[in-house]
């Protein structure tokens, strides 16, 4: 071969064990040759080496600064940093990260500082991500951020924590300080806390003690636990609300305390509204202010106004008004006024009414006959036919009624006596009068306390 300078060589783009270079002594007049092999050996490597079974080079030179890195495993991890502790299969890049205590972990990826990954059962060990600075990971999951402490599950932001270690955690917290003691709660915000299982919180300073299947949005609102019951499925949606105990009670709201062990009670809108001690089921506050549910209530409402109260009654309803009372009556309805009550059962209560249009009443017709039961709840409007001398006798008479009853009489009968247990009948004139022979006529009736007045008006017929 002629002569020739190095840039005037070929060049090669492979090589092989069997490969030489030149070798020349500086301290001696001869030249020498060295396999590729030999040379890549002394640097602690070999040719043809593979991510599978790499120990590789980079551990020397963390341990030339005095500060090794630890491998546990045998073969597939990559290390980049400082002080790290590695297992199989796993990614390390930054500063004192390390494996922890438990079953060996494997395929995992840290990046950051003073992160701690590791597993507490065996079968969840391999597969976390944990990236940023002092983070604790147990057992599978995804860990971003700082300061978070947690199982199974996806934490993002700092300072989260699941304090539940077991195998089935599954939680997801975004933000910071929020903490969970069950599995598989959803946090997103700010220092929230989840007691049990199956709970979210979305907001800041939300607290779900002992309750599953909570929901809590807003601010500082509290689902709390009484006695034995963990089943809740109850929602806080708003500020300052609270929802003692009972299942499925939905308060959405501000500032509003829901106390009531029962089911199925909700508090939408409004402000400072209240179940106090209240047992029933199926009650709903709908707006106002500062209205209440006391007691055994159930199936019972109030819509709007202000310091309304509804206790121990059933199928009832306040709509509107400032301190209106519906207690121990039911099928109650009170509309608007101020300090209304109720006084006995079915009954619609309102301090002012104008009615658009026209008011009716129901007429009953109880046909002909000498003895007639007269139920005034069939209507305000009664009408009979007297076919012997007849009575009369008044069910469900109501204090403050107006009542007419039309009188056909078939032949001249009398009316013996009309009856009404607990009221006294007084007639006009201080007598009862003799009805029209074959003629129509009207008494009108008007209750006063225990009295019911009688009117006589005889002798309706077409004018001539």
């Excluded at 309805?333 to 249009?357: A, P, Q, R, Y």
Aim: hydrophobic share 30%; glycine share 14%.
């Amino acid at each position: 071969m002629a002569n020739k300078t190095i840039p005037q060589l070929p060049e090669q783009t492979g090589k092989t064990d069997d490969d030489l270079l030149v070798i020349v002594d500086s301290g001696e007049t001869t030249t020498s040759k060295i396999k590729v092999s030999t040379l890549l050996s002394g640097v602690g490597g070999s040719p043809g080496v593979t991510g599978d079974t790499l120990t590789d080079s980079i551990s020397s030179v963390n341990s030339i600064v005095g500060t090794p890195n630890v491998y546990e495993g045998t073969s597939g991890y990559v290390n980049f940093g400082y002080g790290n502790d590695v297992n199989d299969d796993t990614i390390t890049h930054g500063y004192n990260n390390t494996s922890g205590v438990g079953t060996t972990p494997s395929g995992n990826i840290c990046i950051g500082y003073n992160n701690n990954y590791q597993s507490q059962y065996v079968g969840n060990e391999a597969g976390q991500l944990v990236i940023g600075k002092d983070n604790t990971k147990r057992n599978d999951g995804i860990f971003i951020g700082s300061s978070n402490f947690g199982s199974r599950g996806i934490y993002v932001g700092r300072s989260n924590t699941q304090n539940n270690n077991n195998d089935i955690s599954a939680g997801m917290l975004f933000g910071a300080s929020n903490t969970t003691n069950g599995t598989r709660a959803l946090m997103v915000g700010r220092s929230n806390i989840n007691g049990n299982d199956f709970g979210i919180a979305l907001g800041f300073e939300n607290n779900q003690n002992s309750r599953n299947w909570a929901l809590s949005v807003g601010y500082a609102n509290n689902i709390n636990s009484v006695g034995n019951s963990t089943n809740g499925y109850n929602t806080c949606i708003g500020t300052n609300n609270t929802i003692t105990a009972g299942i499925g009670n939905f308060n959405v709201s501000n500032d509003s305390d829901m106390g009531s062990t029962g089911t199925n009670n909700s508090i939408f809108g409004g402000f400072q509204q209240q179940y106090i001690g209240a047992s029933g089921n199926n009650n709903t506050i709908l707006g106002g202010t500062g209205s209440a549910f006391l007691n055994t209530t159930n199936n019972s409402t109030i819509i709007g106004g202000t310091t309304n109260i509804i206790s121990d009654t059933n199928n009832s309803v306040i709509v509107g008004g400032t301190g209106n009372t519906l207690q121990t009556y039911n099928n109650c309805v009170i509309l608007g006024g101020t300090g209304l009550t109720t006084s006995f059962n079915d009954e619609v209560v309102c301090e002012h009414l104008t009615i658009k249009g026209q008011s009716t009443y129901n007429w009953s017709n109880n046909g002909s006959g000498s003895v007639f039961i007269l139920d005034l709840d069939e209507g305000n409007l009664q009408e009979i036919s007297m076919s012997a001398d007849t009575i009369i006798d008044l069910t469900n008479v109501k204090v403050g009624g107006r009542y007419s009853i039309k009188v056909f009489n078939e032949a001249s009968y009398l009316l013996l006596a009309m009856t009404a247990t607990g009221f006294s009948v007084l007639w006009e004139g201080g007598s009862i009068p003799l009805f029209t022979s074959g003629g129509t006529d009207l008494l009108v009736l008007e209750v006063f306390g225990s009295d019911i007045l009688v009117r006589y008006f005889a002798n309706f017929a077409t004018a001539e």
